[in-house]
């Protein structure tokens, strides 16, 4: 059986894995992420997603290569990672009271086939605090999530209700990367 890679970095997304039992190995990437503003949200993260899959696969050919990418759109814009504290306070603030978009792109390299997609999941927060906001910034949770916020977190009570895919939020599509995944011939243990 071919391995299969995980090419980010994303402790969420390797425990989703591991929640499945899937042997995998997790080769983080460091292409650059940097993209064109002109694209639309789900082309930025597939086209991030085909990147990391396609710069781990390079290196290790023989093997199903899994890259993915998150992104947080609200009013059209998009939110990366905050830079710092208060970078992750006007994300909060401007996500509060607020219906949003997260968007995940998937791409997964396979020998001589690939497949590329993404999900969409819009996520309405609860009207927001000063004092919420600080107090969940200073648990240091939004530092490394796009939209300052991590929904299998603390993050979680900040969000009155989702419409879509809940791990797409959380950072890959599980059952629809299974999917592709048997798809692309890989087998799975079960």
Do not use: C
């Not at 989703?16 to 992420?33: G, P």
């Not at 949003?100 to 993404?118: C, D, M, Q, R, W």
């Not at 648990?139 to 916020?149: I, R, V």
């Amino acid at each position: 059986m071919m391995p299969l890679i995980l090419a980010s970095a994303s402790p969420r997304r390797k425990e989703l894995l591991e929640n499945l039992h899937l042997t995998f190995q997790v080769i983080s990437s460091d292409v650059d992420e940097t993209f064109n503003e002109k694209l639309t949200p789900s082309d930025v993260v597939m086209e991030l997603a085909l990147r990391k899959a396609r710069d781990i696969r390079a290196k290790h050919g023989n093997s199903y290569v899994i890259g993915s990418d998150t992104v947080v759109v609200s009013n059209q814009q998009i939110l990366g990672k905050p830079t710092d504290s208060d970078e992750a306070y006007k994300m909060l603030k401007m996500l509060s009271g607020q219906t949003h978009s997260v968007y995940t792109g998937v791409a997964i390299v396979a020998p001589e086939k690939l497949v590329n997609f993404y999900e969409k999941t819009d996520v309405e927060f609860w009207e927001l605090t000063d004092e919420e906001i600080e107090s969940y910034i200073r648990t240091g949770e939004p530092m490394d999530k796009a939209g300052a916020y991590g929904i299998q977190g603390l993050g979680s009570l900040l969000v009155k209700k989702i419409e879509g895919d809940y791990f797409s939020v959380v950072g890959l599509p599980l059952s629809r990367t299974i999917r592709e995944l048997k798809q692309l011939g890989f087998e799975l243990p079960y």
